[in-house]
């Protein structure tokens, strides 16, 4: 249940598919807070759904334990295994939880989100600091406005530059799990 409401809050789709009967499959829907459920899919219907899902657009994220699940993990965005489940599932898988529990799966997700905003940060200021510093550097402004940089002072800022985008990258040591 807290998984299920922690992927809502990040605005993530929660959809259950299952190989369970219908009316089993309602009551845990209903148990996690799950919006919509597909019950009595085959390993085949797993993955007919991810594809259809996948053509309109979406990326999907597939979490599973079992041999029904591997080909489901295989053709989505992200194959997400619980450690505790079949060896087919966790080869099949991008992502292994070691410990099974969901709410892992919502810290997994959010350090990816973390990860690719902070390479974004850092190709934002690389290409400012690239596009004011080497034209000056190559002496562009020289004849325009008298500006010039010394070679010394060039590499010292280039070192700079790589300095900040480590210490950006740093930042992510700071991040924690989901509260439990």
Request: without cysteine; proline residues 2%.
């Amino acid at each position: 249940r807290e998984a299920v409401k922690a992927f809502k809050a990040m605005g993530i789709d929660v959809i259950m598919l299952t190989g369970d009967n219908e009316r089993t499959a309602e009551a845990i829907r209903k148990e996690a807070g799950i919006d919509r459920v597909i019950a009595g899919l085959m390993p085949e219907g797993k993955t007919e759904v991810i594809e259809r899902l996948k053509k309109e657009g979406r990326k999907i994220a597939m979490i599973g334990d079992g041999i029904n699940d591997a080909p489901a993990l295989t053709i989505a965005d992200i194959g997400i295994a619980i450690g505790a489940g079949t060896d087919i599932a966790i080869e099949s898988a991008d992502i292994v939880l070691m410990d099974g529990d969901l709410r892992d799966a919502v810290t997994a997700i959010a350090l990816g989100k973390a990860v690719i905003r902070n390479i974004k940060e850092n190709l934002f200021w690389a290409l400012i600091y690239n596009t004011l510093g080497i034209p000056v550097a190559a002496g562009v402004f020289y004849s325009l406005l008298g500006w010039h940089l010394n070679p010394m002072i060039a590499a010292a800022a280039m070192s700079f530059s790589s300095l900040s985008v480590v210490l950006n990258a740093l930042r992510l040591n700071f991040f924690r799990k989901t509260s439990r």
